[in-house]
């Protein structure tokens, strides 16, 4: 009985409990369905959510709980799952509801938009895509009410967007809950985001480390900085510098020199942006470029940092229209990458890639070193920025600015959809990622167990660290970013991290980052230990510069619409254009079939840019070499003839193959050719030249033509007759020439100018003479090309005609000079084509010339000429004492010639100097000539002779030579082939030579 008794109230609990159920179902359907026909989208998303959370929360459920109950599972490993199963709980009760706050335009221009009525569509795009509700908040009024459903919003969504490009309105990290994003970091947009903010950041890096000065461009944000600009001018008068003064109304203006004057009248009404100009930008098809870099910060305090594939190369203009960018004329960063690669070679690229991502990194840590410190470890706020970067002609690039709101931009042939997406699509699932890394992060971290510790389970005073909660939850999200960034590439941590360590060392060591205890710098170092032994565990980790894949085809001209290409192999010898700038007449017309051209253009103008195209697209059109650019080249004309070959290469061999080739021959004509004839009775004036005003060596030196107190030519003749011979000692002086007005180049008689010294003279031997002084001589001559000039002008002299001549880049030997009384050798330095490490010493090339050259007496019947263009330098001359020394030698006579005038034009393949190098240049020199007079060696001092005349260069992309050699070919075919050297100014200085030789035989 008691067991039926049992059994019916058994059935009958169970029967209630069933009741219960359904009583419990049938409300909640009721309520679900009625709150579904109330609100329509919002609780239909609501409904969305709701599936969410319980699929994320069985995901983690399930799989934490499994691991947690298994008794092998580690400390360490249960830690993780603890605070990686926090983290994803808090995400998984939220919304997946976006916010978007932002102002609309006021109506006034049709044309100017609003940044969240610009941005806007392409958000709701990704959001759409990775399933988000949108809520717009548009600031029109703050005087409607929030409703009950605002409220239940504002406590769940998952994404705050920001879209008013800066607010004052940004939610505190202590009113988020955890898994909320917001897309603005407050603190970095402010010191980067900020034209003002980014200058003044980057001053204060330059004023802690010399080092990362060439981030970017010096600038000052006018009137507001005016003092410390001026500060600045006063502090650095000898910088050659030019600024560039940038208005709101996008004009700019190109300044050489700025004073109080100039800064007050420019920042007097208008806010203005001044900073240096880069005077050296890489052209790309003859255009400044400039490049949009997508970069992603999700983390800061640590620093967390990405950069995105999809970066947009911009062409623009010059300064003269602002810099503006050309309407369609853009670049994918592939495009970008292939033209760099078939140019320059992929290794030049890699660098640029390398060089590229490590200035973003170093600006992103200045900023993040100065963050509040009650930023560290929230990972709750975010940003996507884009950086606008140039780069200079060797590759360097340069950040201009910062944009915290960037506009998504198109390159044509894409979709301007798909592109938005990818960037934000990238950004979006980067961001809300609910997968676990527990297990491998465990492994990580294990591996590293000598480096790391843990708080509350095992930290020993060996180890570097000991990682807080808060260094576990960003090592789970680097960890779990890092894995699922489609198309971002972590830029840091990343493995190359030890780069960095020294700048954060200097900025905490001087007190410019917000302090935030004595772990900052080595969290950095620990935590880039981690990502080289995360790189050791991954397979497939990161692709490295040096494997990235290119899957566009390089065109030949970055507009279609301008210029075409045919594959039709009948077109493949054939060049399309013949492009030169600035823009002068060629005869005949170009004509594809025609393959010689001639042009001739003034003294004056000594560098062109050229180019060509080919007809067919499987060809190139290369300068001077199969192996030389396809692109705009400068070239310098020396005066007289120019060559430049232009060669069409079939690039479908390892070894490309020239299938044909056009010529271009340039006459620049001297400065004699224009010249008016002297007529010594006409009237003119006695005009002095000691630097050219496009060459101002000397700022506290006059520059061009200036008028002397000599009455006539003639006065000046016969006052440097009455002046001494000069000695071995040296002695500066200027040019003098004729003119009918000393403020009229052009009207000056340069056929008789003359180099005179200031307190003595040269006499010009005759033949006779200098055969005689040169019988029992041996001359000995080390140097480079222009050193070379001289020698075989000196052969000539010497023998009557030159008969060997070649441009040797070893050791020369001429023993049968002057009927076999005077023998003369050469050795060429620096060899600069060969590797520095192989590259001979010095004194190894003269102990060289030595060997060849022996035997020579220990007298001044033994002279040794040494010098070149630009390399001497007084270390040169100390081994060469040495040398001497050990070889027995020390009473021979050695004659410096000094530095000389080059590498002044930006000439492709060679480095060239700017003004302010060329000024370092003269300071060198006066130290060679004070340590040769100081150790007793004759100067002659061909910088003060050819700066005043660096046009009269010829041909050669140095512009450092001012001679050429001309052959002389005989009637009679007997006869063999001589050679004659003409240059006036390497004649000048070789004669001057000439007399420093022979100065004691004279005597």
């Not at 050309?326 to 690229?349: D, E, L, T």
Request: one cysteine or more; glycine letters at 4%.
């Amino acid at each position: 009985m008691m067991r039926r008794i049992m059994s019916c109230r058994r059935a009958w609990d169970l029967l209630v409990v069933i009741l219960i159920v359904v009583l419990v179902s049938l409300l909640l359907s009721y309520r679900m369905g009625t709150a579904v026909t109330s609100s329509h989208s919002s609780n239909l998303g609501e409904i969305k959510n709701l599936k969410h959370r319980e699929v994320v929360q069985d995901r983690l459920g399930k799989r934490h709980e499994n691991l947690a109950q298994e008794e092998s599972v580690s400390p360490l490993t249960k830690k993780l799952i603890e605070v990686e199963q926090r983290l994803l709980k808090s995400l998984g009760q939220l919304q997946r509801l976006a916010v978007a706050h932002g102002r609309r335009s006021n109506g006034v221009s049709a044309n100017k938009r609003s940044l969240i009525e610009r941005d806007l569509p392409s958000y709701e795009r990704a959001l759409k895509k990775q399933e988000f509700l949108l809520d717009v908040r548009f600031n029109i009024s703050k005087t409607r009410q929030k409703t009950t459903d605002d409220y239940k919003r504002d406590s769940a969504w998952m994404l705050s967007l920001y879209l008013n490009g800066s607010s004052d309105s940004y939610p505190s990290s202590g009113t988020l809950k955890p898994g909320q994003k917001v897309n603005r970091i407050a603190g970095i947009e402010s010191m980067l985001a900020s034209r003002s903010g980014f200058c003044r950041t980057m001053r204060d890096l330059r004023s802690i480390t010399a080092a990362e000065t060439s981030l970017s461009p010096l600038c000052f944000s006018l009137p507001r900085e005016n003092v410390e600009f001026l500060q600045y001018l006063t502090n650095n008068e000898s910088n050659d510098v030019r600024w560039l003064f940038r208005r709101a109304n996008c004009r700019i203006e190109l300044f050489n020199e700025v004073d109080r004057t100039t800064i007050n009248k420019l920042s007097s009404t208008v806010d203005v942006l001044v900073e240096q100009y880069v005077s050296n930008p890489l052209l790309v098809f003859g255009k400044p470029v400039s490049l949009c870099a997508y970069v992603l910060v999700t983390s800061t305090k640590p620093l967390r940092a990405f950069l995105h594939k999809d970066s947009v190369l911009h062409f623009r203009y010059d300064f003269t229209k602002a810099f503006m960018k050309i309407p369609n004329r853009v670049w994918s960063f592939k495009q970008f990458q292939q033209y760099i690669a078939h140019n320059f070679g992929k290794p030049v690229f890699n660098k640029v890639l390398q060089d590229l991502e490590s200035i973003i990194v170093k600006a992103l840590i200045v900023s993040d070193s100065l963050l509040p410190t009650e930023l560290s470890g929230k990972e709750n706020f975010f940003q996507l920025f884009s950086f606008d970067i140039i780069f200079t002609s060797t590759f360097r690039p340069v950040i201009l600015g910062v944009d915290g709101q960037p506009m998504f931009e198109t390159v044509p042939g894409s979709s301007a959809e798909h592109q938005n997406l990818s960037v934000l699509d990238d950004m979006l699932s980067l961001l809300f990622l609910e997968e676990s890394v527990a297990t491998a992060t465990e492994k990580l971290l294990r591996k590293a167990g000598d480096t790391v510790g843990i708080n509350d389970i095992e930290c020993h005073t060996h180890q570097e660290m000991c990682f807080t909660d808060i260094d576990l939850v960003y090592i789970l999200n680097t960890k779990r970013q890092s894995a699922h960034k489609g198309g971002f590439r972590m830029i840091y941590p990343n493995v190359d991290g030890l780069n960095y360590s020294s700048l954060l060392e200097q900025l905490y060591s001087q007190q410019m980052a917000a302090w935030t205890g004595p772990s900052s710098v080595d969290r950095h170092r620990v935590i880039t230990k981690l990502m080289t032994i995360a790189a050791e565990f991954e397979e497939n980790s990161d692709v490295s510069p040096e494997n990235l894949k290119t899957d566009i085809t390089y065109a030949v001209s970055i507009d279609a619409n301008d210029i075409h290409c045919s594959y039709d192999p009948a077109t493949m010898p054939y060049m399309s254009s013949l492009n030169i700038y600035p823009r002068i007449s060629i005869s005949p017309t170009f004509d594809r079939l025609v393959t010689e051209y001639y042009t001739s253009v003034d003294y004056d103008l000594v560098l062109l840019e050229v180019w060509a195209t080919a007809e067919s697209c499987l060809c190139d059109a290369r300068v001077d070499d199969k192996l030389g650019p396809s692109r705009p080249t400068n070239y310098s004309l020396g005066i007289e003839d120019n060559k430049i070959s232009f060669h069409i290469v079939d690039t479908a061999h390892s070894e490309p193959w020239i299938i044909n080739t056009y010529t271009l021959h340039i006459y620049r004509k001297t400065i004699y050719e224009d010249s008016p004839p002297f007529v010594p009775s006409h009237a003119h004036e006695v005009c002095s030249l000691v630097q050219d005003c496009e060459m101002n060596i000397w700022p506290s030196k006059p520059c061009g033509l200036q008028k002397t107190a000599l009455l006539d030519w003639g006065q000046s003749l016969r006052q440097a007759a009455s002046l001494p011979l000069c000695g071995n000692d040296h002695s500066p002086g200027h040019w003098l020439v004729p003119c009918r007005s000393c403020d009229q180049q052009k009207s000056c008689n340069w056929q008789v100018a003359r180099w005179q010294q200031y307190t003595c003279r040269h006499e010009i031997m005759t033949r006779l003479e200098l055969k005689r002084c040169m019988m029992g001589k041996k001359i000995l001559f080390v140097g480079d090309s222009t050193s070379r000039g001289i020698m075989h002008y000196l052969i000539e002299q010497v023998n009557g005609t030159l008969l060997d001549w070649d441009k040797t880049h070893s050791i020369k030997v001429y023993n049968h000079l002057n009927g076999g009384a005077t023998a003369i050798s050469f050795a060429y330095y620096p060899q600069f084509w060969l590797p520095t490490s192989k590259r001979p010493s010095f004194d190894h090339a003269f102990e060289q010339l030595f060997k060849e050259s022996v035997p020579l007496r220990n007298s001044h019947d033994t002279v040794v000429v040494v010098g070149g263009v630009q390399w001497l330098a007084p270390s040169h001359l100390s081994l060469l004492r040495s040398s001497l020394k050990r070889l027995g030698l020390e009473k021979i006579r050695v004659i410096v010639k000094t530095l000389g005038a080059g590498f002044h034009q930006p000439v492709d393949g060679i480095k060239s100097l700017s003004l302010s190098d060329q000024r370092k240049l003269y300071r060198r020199n006066m130290e060679v000539i004070s340590f040769a007079e100081n150790h007793g060696m004759v100067v002659v001092d061909t910088f003060n002779i050819t700066i005043p005349r660096y046009k009269d260069f010829q041909e050669g992309k140095c512009a450092c030579h001012f001679h050429k050699v001309k052959e002389i070919r005989s009637s009679q075919v007997s006869r063999p082939v001589a050679y004659h050297i003409e240059g006036p100014i390497n004649t000048l200085y070789s004669e001057i030579l000439a007399n420093r030789i022979c100065s004691h035989t004279k005597s």
